[in-house]
C-alpha cells in the first residue's frame, strides 16, 4: 500500500498508520479511499483482530481532500461517485464489527475529521496544535463523507449548524466539552488510552446504530424548536451570502432533510448535495483561484528559474506613512533590519510608532510575546540619513504619489546602494518604466504595489518595467516570499491592473448616481452582486481625490489620447461645489458621525433619481462586468499574461467576489459568448466604455475560454 501502514499486536489491536507517500499531509483522493477500503477487508477478515486504532505518521491526522484532485472539472455524476466512495468506506468503519478508536495528533480537518467521527472513539492531547474542524463550506462545499449527518446526531441541529456553517475550527478543549472526543488522564499516551479502551472489549456500535435508535429530530418542522432554528438560520444565511454561496443553504438541507432519516438514507442525501456543489461553478471557482492556484502563487512559481536566491538582511523603506511603516512593519517580522526613512524626525519616529501600535494588538491577543514584540521593534531604524541605506539589498519607496517627489527621493536613495541592490517603487498608477529613468540601475528597478492595511492585505503586485531584468524580478519575488505575501506579475502600463479594474469599478457606480439611479440601490446592489463595499462608499475610503488627481495625471501625461472617466464629473462636483473630499475628511458621499455613517441625504437633490432604473440584479451585473472587461482588456494588450494572475489580483486586491473566481474565471463562468453579448447590450445602453474588441469578439467565436 501507497498511503496506509497496517501493523498487528500480539495483543489482538491492529493499527492503521495513515503516512501519504506524496505529500507532508495527509489526503482524500479517490485511489487513497480505495486502499484505505482494502485495508479495512484485510482487518475485518482476520480474526485475529479484535479491535483497530487508526492514528498518522504525520505532524498532522488528516488535512481532507487533495485540492488538486477536487480542482478539476467534474460532471454530477462523477463527484456523486466520489463521495460515495468515500462515504461508504468510512460507513464500512463503523459497521464492520470491531472497534475502531481514532489517535488524532495535529489537525483533523475536513475528510480527515469526518474519518474521525467515524470511529467509536476519539482520543488525543490537550496540545494547541490538536484543531478540528469541517471547513468546506470555504470552498464551497459541505462534507460529502457524513459530516453534516454524524456530527448534528452527536451535538444536535444548533451546534453542528455553528461548526458547518462558520467552517471553524476547535480546539481539544472545546472538543473534549462537546463530547466529540476525549484526552487521557496525566502520564498516559492518546494511543495507550485507545488500547486500553479496546483491551476492555466495547461494543463496536455507534449511537445512530443502537437497536431501535430513531432520527434525533425525526418531527422536523412539527418540532418547534427546529422551526425556530432553521427559520432563523436560513434568513442569517440569505443576509450573509446573498444567495451567491450554494454551499451554506445546501448544508442547511442537508441537515434538515438528515436528521429525520435512517442513518444510510441521509448519507446519500449528503452525497447528492455534495456532488451538486462539486460538479457547479461556485466551489470550482473557489478551489481553482482561492486555494490551488494561491497556494502555487506563494510557492513563487512564476520566479524566473537558474536565479540565485537574496537574502534581506536589511532593507530600506523611504516614507513613514501608513503605507511605508506596514511595509516596514510586515520586513521586521519576517526578521529584516529595516531603515525607515522619511523627510523629518518626527515623520520617522511616528512611523515606527505605528508599527509600535499594531505590535501591542498582538500581544493583546496573545499572537505574540512581549519579548518578540520588542525585538521586531528594535530591527526598525527612523531616520532621515540616506547614507544608512548602505549595505541594504533592497529598497521600497513608498512615498506620495507624485512622479516629481517620486524622482527626487530615488536619485538620492540609487546612489547609495550597490550595484546588486534592487530599487522598488510602491506606486499604485504611475508607469514604473518612466520612473526607472531617475536611477543609474534601470534594469534593478521594478515596481511592488503593496495594499493598504499592509499587514493584513496578502497581495502584491509585481511591475516589470521595460528594462527590468529577470534577475531583478526573481530578487523581487524572493522578497515578496520572505514577507510570506502573494506575488503576482504585470506588465508596465499605467494603472497596472488592480488600479484599473478598481478604478473602473468606482468610476462606474458613481457615473450610475450622474445617470439618475438612487444611490441606495447603486450601494446594495453592489453588496448583493457580492463586493464587499459600495462604490459610492470605497469612493469615500480611498477619497475622492485620489481618482481625480489619477485623472488628472493621465491628462497631463497623454494629451489627445486621455479619455475622461464616466464619473469625472460627479466627483469634481462633490469636491469643488460642495466641498465633500471622502472619509478622512468627515464629507463625502456619506456623513459620518459619533452614530456611525449614512449616505449624504442631500445627494438626492444634487443627483436626482430617474423615475425608470435598472433593477439591483442588473446594476451589481454592471458592476461585475465593467471589472472584468478591463481585465479582458489587460490579458489582451500583454499587461497580464497569465490569467490565473488576474483572477488572484481582483480577488484578495479588491475584493472581487470570491464565489466567481476572479475577474476572468467570472467571464468563463457567464460563458465568453453570452459576456460578449452582454457588454455589447450595455454598449448600447450606456457608453463606448463597455465595448467588446475584435480580439475579445474573435475569442468568443472560437470559444476559447481563459482557463481551459
Same mark, same amino acid.
Given at each position: 500500500?501507497?498511503?496506509?501502514?497496517?501493523?498487528?499486536? &500480539?495483543?489482538?489491536?491492529?493499527?492503521?498508520?495513515?503516512?501519504?507517500?506524496?505529500?507532508?499531509?495527509?489526503?482524500?483522493?479517490?485511489?487513497?479511499?480505495?486502499?484505505?477500503?482494502?485495508?479495512?477487508?484485510?482487518?475485518?477478515?482476520?480474526?485475529?483482530?479484535?479491535?483497530?486504532?487508526?492514528?498518522?505518521?504525520?505532524?498532522?491526522?488528516? #488535512?481532507?481532500?487533495?485540492?488538486?484532485?477536487?480542482?478539476?472539472?467534474?460532471?454530477?455524476?462523477?463527484?456523486?461517485?466520489?463521495?460515495?466512495?468515500?462515504?461508504?468506506?468510512?460507513?464500512?468503519?463503523?459497521? @464492520?464489527?470491531?472497534?475502531?478508536?481514532?489517535?488524532?495528533? +495535529?489537525?483533523?480537518?475536513?475528510?480527515?475529521?469526518?474519518?474521525?467521527? #467515524?470511529?467509536?472513539?476519539?482520543?488525543?492531547?490537550?496540545?494547541?496544535?490538536?484543531?478540528?474542524?469541517?471547513?468546506?463550506?470555504?470552498?464551497?462545499?459541505?462534507?460529502?463523507?457524513?459530516?453534516?449527518?454524524?456530527?448534528?446526531? =452527536?451535538?444536535?441541529?444548533?451546534?453542528?449548524?455553528?461548526?458547518?456553517?462558520?467552517?471553524?475550527?476547535?480546539?481539544?478543549?472545546?472538543?473534549?466539552?462537546?463530547?466529540? @472526543?476525549?484526552?487521557?488522564?496525566?502520564?498516559?499516551?492518546?494511543?495507550? %488510552?485507545?488500547?486500553?479502551?479496546?483491551?476492555?472489549?466495547?461494543?463496536?456500535?455507534?449511537?445512530?446504530?443502537?437497536? /431501535?435508535?430513531?432520527?434525533?429530530?425525526?418531527?422536523?418542522?412539527? *418540532?418547534?424548536?427546529?422551526? %425556530?432554528?432553521?427559520?432563523?438560520?436560513?434568513? $442569517?444565511?440569505?443576509?450573509?451570502?446573498?444567495?451567491?454561496?450554494?454551499?451554506?443553504?445546501?448544508?442547511?438541507?442537508?441537515?434538515?432533510? +438528515?436528521?429525520?432519516?435512517?442513518?444510510?438514507?441521509?448519507?446519500?442525501?449528503?452525497?447528492?448535495?455534495?456532488?451538486?456543489?462539486?460538479?457547479?461553478?461556485?466551489?470550482?471557482?473557489?478551489?481553482?483561484?482561492?486555494?490551488?492556484?494561491?497556494?502555487?502563487?506563494?510557492?513563487?512559481?512564476?520566479?524566473?528559474?537558474?536565479?540565485?536566491?537574496?537574502?534581506?538582511?536589511?532593507?530600506?523603506?523611504?516614507?513613514?506613512?501608513?503605507? @511605508?511603516?506596514?511595509?516596514?512593519?510586515?520586513?521586521?517580522?519576517?526578521?529584516?533590519?529595516?531603515?525607515?526613512?522619511?523627510?523629518?524626525?518626527?515623520?520617522?519616529?511616528?512611523?515606527?510608532?505605528?508599527?509600535?501600535?499594531?505590535?501591542?494588538?498582538?500581544?493583546?491577543? *496573545?499572537?505574540?510575546?512581549?519579548?518578540?514584540?520588542? #525585538?521586531?521593534?528594535?530591527?526598525?531604524?527612523? !531616520?532621515?540619513?540616506?547614507?544608512?541605506?548602505?549595505?541594504?539589498?533592497?529598497?521600497?519607496?513608498?512615498?506620495?504619489?507624485?512622479?516629481?517627489?517620486?524622482?527626487?527621493?530615488?536619485?538620492?536613495?540609487?546612489?547609495?546602494?550597490?550595484?546588486?541592490?534592487?530599487?522598488?517603487?510602491?506606486?499604485?498608477?504611475?508607469?514604473?518604466?518612466?520612473?526607472?529613468?531617475?536611477?543609474?540601475?534601470?534594469?534593478?528597478?521594478?515596481?511592488?504595489?503593496?495594499?493598504?492595511?499592509?499587514?493584513?492585505?496578502?497581495?502584491?503586485?509585481?511591475?516589470?518595467?521595460?528594462?527590468?531584468?529577470?534577475? !531583478?524580478?526573481?530578487?523581487?519575488?524572493?522578497?515578496?516570499?520572505?514577507?510570506?505575501?502573494?506575488?503576482?506579475?504585470?506588465?508596465?502600463?499605467?494603472?497596472?491592473?488592480?488600479?484599473?479594474?478598481?478604478?473602473?469599478?468606482?468610476?462606474?457606480?458613481?457615473?450610475?448616481?450622474?445617470? +439618475?439611479?438612487?444611490?441606495?440601490?447603486?450601494?446594495?446592489?453592489?453588496?448583493?452582486? @457580492?463586493?464587499?463595499?459600495?462604490?459610492?462608499?470605497?469612493?469615500?475610503?480611498?477619497?475622492?481625490?485620489?481618482?481625480?488627481?489619477?485623472?488628472?495625471?493621465?491628462?497631463? *501625461?497623454?494629451?489627445?489620447?486621455?479619455?475622461?472617466?464616466?464619473?469625472?464629473?460627479?466627483?469634481?462636483?462633490?469636491?469643488?461645489?460642495?466641498?465633500?473630499?471622502?472619509? $478622512?475628511?468627515?464629507?463625502?458621499?456619506?456623513?459620518?458621525?459619533? /452614530?456611525?455613517?449614512?449616505?449624504?441625504?442631500?445627494?438626492?437633490?444634487?443627483?436626482?433619481?430617474?423615475?425608470?432604473?435598472?433593477?439591483?440584479?442588473?446594476?451589481?451585473?454592471?458592476?461585475?462586468?465593467?471589472?472584468?472587461?478591463?481585465?479582458?482588456?489587460?490579458?489582451?494588450?500583454?499587461?497580464?499574461?497569465?490569467?490565473?494572475?488576474?483572477?488572484?489580483?481582483?480577488?484578495?486586491?479588491?475584493?472581487?467576489?470570491?464565489?466567481? /473566481?476572479?475577474?476572468? &474565471?467570472?467571464?468563463?463562468?457567464?460563458?465568453?459568448?453570452?459576456?460578449?453579448?452582454?457588454?455589447?447590450? =450595455?454598449? $448600447?445602453?450606456?457608453?463606448?466604455?463597455? $465595448?467588446?474588441?475584435?480580439?475579445?469578439?474573435?475569442?468568443? #467565436?472560437?470559444? =476559447?475560454?481563459?482557463?481551459?
Amino acid at each position: 500500500m501507497t498511503h496506509i501502514k497496517t501493523d498487528r499486536t &500480539s495483543g489482538g489491536i491492529a493499527v492503521l498508520t495513515l503516512d501519504h507517500a506524496n505529500s507532508s499531509t495527509n489526503l482524500i483522493s479517490p485511489e487513497w479511499a480505495v486502499e484505505f477500503s482494502d485495508a479495512l477487508d484485510g482487518l475485518f477478515a482476520d480474526d485475529a483482530v479484535k479491535g483497530i486504532v487508526i492514528t498518522s505518521a504525520k505532524d498532522g491526522f488528516m #488535512a481532507g481532500a487533495d485540492l488538486d484532485f477536487m480542482s478539476r472539472a467534474f460532471t454530477t455524476k462523477e463527484a456523486l461517485e466520489f463521495s460515495r466512495s468515500v462515504s461508504n468506506a468510512f460507513r464500512r468503519l463503523e459497521t @464492520g464489527g470491531k472497534p475502531v478508536a481514532a489517535v488524532l495528533v +495535529g489537525a483533523a480537518l475536513g475528510g480527515g475529521f469526518e474519518l474521525a467521527l #467515524a470511529c467509536h472513539r476519539r482520543f488525543f492531547s490537550d496540545d494547541p496544535a490538536v484543531q478540528f474542524g469541517l471547513p468546506e463550506v470555504n470552498v464551497g462545499l459541505l462534507p460529502g463523507a457524513g459530516g453534516t449527518q454524524r456530527l448534528q446526531r =452527536l451535538l444536535g441541529a444548533e451546534k453542528a449548524l455553528d461548526l458547518l456553517l462558520g467552517g471553524r475550527s476547535m480546539t481539544a478543549a472545546e472538543a473534549v466539552e462537546l463530547g466529540i @472526543g476525549e484526552t487521557p488522564a496525566p502520564g498516559v499516551t492518546p494511543l495507550e %488510552a485507545a488500547f486500553a479502551w479496546l483491551a476492555s472489549g466495547p461494543e463496536p456500535l455507534q449511537p445512530w446504530d443502537r437497536k /431501535g435508535n430513531m432520527a434525533r429530530h425525526k418531527l422536523g418542522l412539527l *418540532d418547534h424548536s427546529n422551526a %425556530a432554528l432553521f427559520s432563523m438560520m436560513t434568513a $442569517k444565511v440569505a443576509a450573509r451570502t446573498h444567495h451567491n454561496y450554494p454551499a451554506q443553504p445546501a448544508i442547511l438541507s442537508a441537515v434538515f432533510e +438528515g436528521m429525520q432519516l435512517h442513518f444510510d438514507k441521509a448519507l446519500e442525501v449528503e452525497s447528492k448535495y455534495f456532488a451538486r456543489l462539486l460538479s457547479g461553478d461556485v466551489a470550482q471557482n473557489i478551489v481553482r483561484t482561492v486555494f490551488v492556484n494561491r497556494r502555487r502563487a506563494q510557492n513563487l512559481a512564476a520566479r524566473p528559474k537558474g536565479v540565485a536566491k537574496m537574502s534581506f538582511g536589511k532593507i530600506g523603506i523611504l516614507g513613514a506613512g501608513m503605507m @511605508g511603516a506596514g511595509i516596514a512593519y510586515s520586513a521586521a517580522r519576517a526578521g529584516s533590519k529595516v531603515v525607515l526613512i522619511d523627510r523629518n524626525e518626527d515623520a520617522a519616529n511616528a512611523g515606527k510608532e505605528h508599527v509600535r501600535g499594531l505590535l501591542d494588538k498582538l500581544v493583546q491577543r *496573545d499572537r505574540t510575546s512581549n519579548e518578540e514584540a520588542a #525585538a521586531i521593534l528594535d530591527r526598525i531604524l527612523p !531616520t532621515t540619513d540616506y547614507t544608512s541605506l548602505q549595505g541594504a539589498n533592497l529598497v521600497v519607496e513608498a512615498v506620495f504619489e507624485d512622479s516629481a517627489v517620486k524622482a527626487d527621493v530615488i536619485k538620492v536613495a540609487a546612489a547609495q546602494l550597490s550595484a546588486e541592490a534592487v530599487f522598488a517603487s510602491n506606486t499604485s498608477t504611475l508607469p514604473i518604466t518612466g520612473l526607472a529613468e531617475n536611477s543609474t540601475r534601470p534594469e534593478r528597478f521594478i515596481g511592488l504595489h503593496f495594499f493598504s492595511p499592509v499587514e493584513r492585505m496578502p497581495l502584491v503586485e509585481m511591475i516589470i518595467g521595460k528594462r527590468t531584468s529577470q534577475e !531583478t524580478i526573481a530578487h523581487a519575488m524572493d522578497f515578496v516570499g520572505h514577507l510570506r505575501k502573494l506575488p503576482i506579475l504585470v506588465k508596465d502600463s499605467r494603472g497596472f491592473y488592480t488600479s484599473r479594474v478598481f478604478l473602473s469599478y468606482v468610476n462606474e457606480g458613481v457615473a450610475m448616481l450622474d445617470e +439618475g439611479i438612487p444611490a441606495a440601490l447603486i450601494e446594495n446592489a453592489a453588496r448583493f452582486a @457580492g463586493m464587499p463595499t459600495g462604490p459610492l462608499a470605497v469612493t469615500d475610503e480611498v477619497s475622492l481625490d485620489l481618482p481625480v488627481m489619477i485623472a488628472q495625471q493621465a491628462k497631463a *501625461d497623454l494629451g489627445e489620447n486621455y479619455r475622461e472617466p464616466c464619473g469625472y464629473g460627479v466627483m469634481t462636483r462633490m469636491i469643488s461645489e460642495f466641498d465633500r473630499h471622502g472619509r $478622512k475628511y468627515g464629507a463625502g458621499f456619506y456623513e459620518y458621525g459619533s /452614530g456611525g455613517k449614512r449616505l449624504w441625504p442631500e445627494l438626492a437633490s444634487h443627483f436626482p433619481s430617474d423615475s425608470r432604473y435598472p433593477s439591483s440584479q442588473e446594476i451589481g451585473e454592471r458592476l461585475l462586468h465593467v471589472q472584468a472587461l478591463e481585465a479582458v482588456r489587460c490579458v489582451e494588450e500583454g499587461v497580464i499574461e497569465d490569467p490565473r494572475d488576474a483572477d488572484l489580483g481582483s480577488i484578495f486586491g479588491i475584493g472581487f467576489p470570491t464565489y466567481t /473566481g476572479g475577474t476572468l &474565471s467570472y467571464v468563463d463562468t457567464v460563458g465568453i459568448g453570452k459576456f460578449v453579448e452582454r457588454c455589447e447590450a =450595455l454598449e $448600447k445602453a450606456v457608453g463606448e466604455r463597455f $465595448k467588446a474588441s475584435d480580439w475579445l469578439k474573435q475569442r468568443a #467565436a472560437e470559444g =476559447l475560454s481563459f482557463h481551459g
